[in-house]
């Protein structure tokens, strides 16, 4: 073992331990919510979610990929997934011929829509109200820097939230 090793503390490995338990149960809790109500994954529904926020409800397949944290290949087999229940619809990009485009349909945007309460619902159930109002702003802060040094790009939306974008807390004060 090197001597250079800064070893965890107790406190540090207990908080360690406590998130990744976090970010093994919490995409499990979302799935099953967001299959039970709209058929789909929290995967799918962020997808979703990223082309209803673009510009015209479209965007070129790789900036998707960066923007879901999402493999090309891995993407490319959602969105057959998604085409086929008529939820988005792909065709060759104007400015790149070698791109291809993804835009979210009415249909998409409505499953989106149907989707969303019980998504919510989800999200105060199992993080949000189990909080304090200082809390959340703590997690926010938290969640900054971590971010910060996973994706110093700011390719996720995120990274880059304000709080103004974000949490009602931070709007009200």
């Not at 490319?76 to 229940?85: G, I, N, P, Q, T």
Request: hydrophobic residues 40%; negative net charge.
């Amino acid at each position: 073992m090197s001597s250079d090793t800064r070893w965890l503390s107790t406190e540090e490995s207990a908080a360690w331990v406590r998130l990744v338990a976090i970010t093994e149960l919490l995409p499990n809790a979302l799935d099953a919510q967001l299959l039970r109500d709209a058929g789909l994954t929290h995967f799918e529904y962020g997808a979703l979610m990223a082309l209803a926020g673009a510009p015209e409800r479209t965007m070129v397949m790789t900036e998707l990929a960066s923007r879901t944290n999402a493999t090309l290949p891995r993407l490319s087999h959602v969105a057959r997934r998604l085409e086929e229940r008529g939820l988005i619809e792909r065709s060759p990009c104007r400015t790149d011929r070698r791109a291809t485009n993804a835009t979210i349909t009415e249909a998409g945007l409505d499953l989106i829509d149907q989707a969303a309460p019980g998504h919510v619902d989800t999200v105060r159930a199992n993080v949000l109200d189990l909080l304090t109002e200082e809390q959340v702003g703590q997690l926010y802060q938290i969640a900054g820097a971590v971010l910060t040094q996973l994706d110093p790009e700011e390719r996720l939306a995120a990274t880059s939230c304000q709080f103004s974008e974000g949490p009602a807390v931070a709007r009200a004060g």
